[in-house]
């Protein structure tokens, strides 16, 4: 079993569910468990800004983590919980597979950069005393049967994102305004197609906005899979739109794609 160093809060929030993507200059070929390692650094009041900036405090609130104190109180130089690395992710993928909250998180996609997907979060009772390490490593003989202890006692993360936070993110918002770009980097508007005109309306959109008219379709109307919150169960409308009758939640923007025209 591989160990990652994560400085606080993140390794916290990667445990309880909140953070979900790690981001990384390098990549790997490992797949699988993965222990969390919170670092020795403490959080400081500039990050404490930073996050308030960020617009993280409304996520952190519901971990009750919103305070610098709190976030100077999480465990250090411990190892916090235990997640399987899924994935690796370039900056591409993750602007289609991240929903609203990931895109608080992680900040605009960069190219340069790699995103772990962490699944299957679970926390433990902090093995603390551990001094981390650059990379993937391992534990010590002493130090792994320490974590198989407190493993025997873990507890799966019990986080769940709004309604809100669940949408696709929209990342005109996360980068900036039409304003802010230039010219060239303008949000494309889009004329819906007859079969998505039928859900949304005929009127001509940026492509955030039409995005959001169709998630606002899928929760108005309770197409949520109340099993997995990742998919949706067409109805009629939809089904014409999508040629199927359960839809992964990060396929939406693909289905826009093929019924809209760019007018502008």
């Excluded at 983590?65 to 399987?84: F, T």
């Excluded at 929209?170 to 305004?177: K, L, Q, T």
């Excluded at 819906?192 to 379709?217: C, N, T």
């Excluded at 839809?247 to 760019?262: A, G, M, S, T």
Aim: charged letters at 25%; hydrophobic letters at 40%.
């Amino acid at each position: 079993m591989r160990v990652l160093s994560i400085r606080q809060p993140w390794a916290s929030l990667i445990v309880l569910g909140v953070k979900r993507f790690e981001i990384r200059k390098w990549s790997t070929e490992y797949r699988g468990p993965l222990l969390i390692h919170a670092s020795s650094s403490l959080p400081t009041s500039t990050l404490f800004g930073d996050l308030e900036q960020w617009g993280m405090l409304p996520l952190l609130a519901r971990v009750q983590l919103d305070s610098l104190g709190a976030l100077k109180a999480l465990p250090r130089s411990a190892i916090v919980g235990l997640v399987s690395l899924d994935d690796i992710l370039t900056s591409v993928q993750l602007r289609s597979k991240a929903t609203h909250d990931d895109a608080i998180i992680t900040g605009p996609p960069d190219d340069e950069q790699y995103y772990w997907k962490l699944v299957d979060p679970v926390l433990v009772d902090p093995v603390d005393g551990i001094h981390g390490k650059l990379n993937l490593w391992s534990l010590d003989a002493r130090d792994r049967k320490r974590v198989d202890r407190a493993l025997a006692h873990a507890r799966s993360a019990t986080f769940r994102s709004t309604p809100r936070g669940r949408m696709p993110a929209d990342w005109s918002a996360i980068e900036g305004s039409d304003e802010e770009k230039a010219d060239g980097d303008a949000e494309p508007v889009l004329r819906p197609r007859p079969l998505l005109a039928a859900i949304i309306g005929k009127k001509p959109r940026a492509q955030s906005e039409v995005l959001k008219a169709l998630w606002d379709y899928v929760v108005a109307n309770g197409l949520r899979d109340p099993r997995n919150e990742r998919l949706i169960r067409a109805d009629a409308r939809l089904e014409a739109l999508c040629g199927a009758q359960t839809i992964r939640l990060f396929d939406l923007p693909k289905h826009i794609i093929r019924n809209v025209d760019i007018v502008g």
